[in-house]
């Protein structure tokens, strides 16, 4: 992966997509997770502040790095655990039926057919 990816568009898209009127959205869309969460494109955490307290642990998967580093107040600030599992979207390392819900937000654009 080169700097853009791993770099600069992280960074980009954390500005964008944090900008208000994706909160609603966000909400609704978190609104019924329970147990165990997987998230492809977890990026920068902006889907952290919406887990409902019925979430016991996510299991998160992004290919940039720097998206860590911008999610660490988010994640630090909640009480659900946050697991960093992979880096690719297209191999994921759970077992079937091991997780209750699978969140992904604005990323399938970001996916190579």
Given at each position: ?113
């Amino acid at each position: 992966m080169g700097i853009y990816q791993d770099q600069i568009l992280p960074r980009v898209t954390d500005a964008v997509l944090s900008r208000r009127e994706f909160t609603p959205i966000r909400a609704r869309v978190s609104a019924g997770l329970h147990g165990e969460v997987l998230e492809i494109g977890f990026g920068s955490g902006l889907n952290v502040p919406h887990y409902p307290s019925a979430v016991t642990r996510v299991r998160a998967v992004d290919p940039a790095t720097a998206g860590r580093k911008l999610a660490a107040k988010r994640v630090a600030a909640s009480p659900i655990p946050v697991e960093y599992i992979g880096l690719d979207g297209q191999v994921l390392p759970v077992d079937s039926a091991s997780v209750d819900h699978v969140l992904t937000t604005w990323t399938l654009c970001t996916i190579k057919p």
